[in-house]
């Protein structure tokens, strides 16, 4: 019996201007995908499923590097640490797991959350990492020992993402209270509240410099403040 994948594709960007250039299908899960990431050199994509487990690839040619395996519910998100030695993960079983990118294996496991994890990002220096869940709070954790280092509370709903500003002292978050909040990383506290969407927003990213915050909603809405 043959079994049906779920297909990641893989588009060099010179293929837009060559007519010639084929796509990279890789064969990758047995279910629903829900996030991927590059590794910071592009030689890795790291993709996150419903089957409680990551896939580690090789960007050139398609083969499977890894799997990794630990979480007991669906992993919903995947990042990579600015140096790509390390991978974070955000899963339904309530933790955020780090990865050690070259062995595949688990070096820290946080614990903290009360709901499903939808957001993971790392801090610039790569020393610590920001999760936003739906028990409605964000956590920065320290990556070394797994402690939670701050918990980012006042949030109206669950919180969908959370990124570092590019300086590391700044935490922005979002989400189903359709307010962007800016956190000290460091006190915990707001800094400021912005609320000028009208829907839920899913997704945050700061603009290298950090000077422009952009973010998208429900609603179709993307925003740059």
Request: hydrophobic content about 40%; glycine content about 8%.
């Amino acid at each position: 019996m043959k079994h049906a994948y779920f297909v990641l594709t893989l588009i060099s960007t010179s293929a837009f201007a060559e007519e010639s250039s084929s796509p990279l299908k890789i064969e990758a899960h047995r279910n629903e995908i829900f996030s991927l990431a590059f590794s910071p050199d592009g030689k890795v994509l790291a993709s996150a499923c419903k089957d409680k487990t990551i896939g580690l690839w090789d960007t050139k040619s398609g083969a499977s590097i890894e799997v990794l395996k630990g979480h007991t519910g669906d992993v919903l998100r995947v990042a990579f640490s600015p140096d790509g030695k390390q991978l974070a993960s955000a899963a339904a079983d309530n933790t955020v797991r780090i990865w050690d990118a070259s062995s595949g294996k688990t070096v820290q496991t946080m614990k903290g959350h009360t709901n499903w994890i939808a957001g993971i990002a790392f801090s610039p220096d790569e020393k610590r990492v920001v999760s936003a869940s739906a028990d409605q709070t964000a956590a920065i954790w320290d990556v070394e020992t797994g402690e939670r280092l701050s918990q980012l509370k006042g949030s109206k709903g669950e919180v969908y993402t959370a990124v570092f500003h590019p300086n590391g002292k700044i935490v922005a978050t979002a989400g189903k209270d359709k307010t962007i909040r800016l956190w000290n990383a460091s006190s915990g506290e707001v800094i400021r509240s912005l609320s000028e969407h009208k829907g839920e927003i899913y997704t945050l990213a700061f603009d290298a410099n950090g000077y422009q915050i952009a973010s998208c909603d429900s609603e179709g809405v993307v925003r740059i403040l």
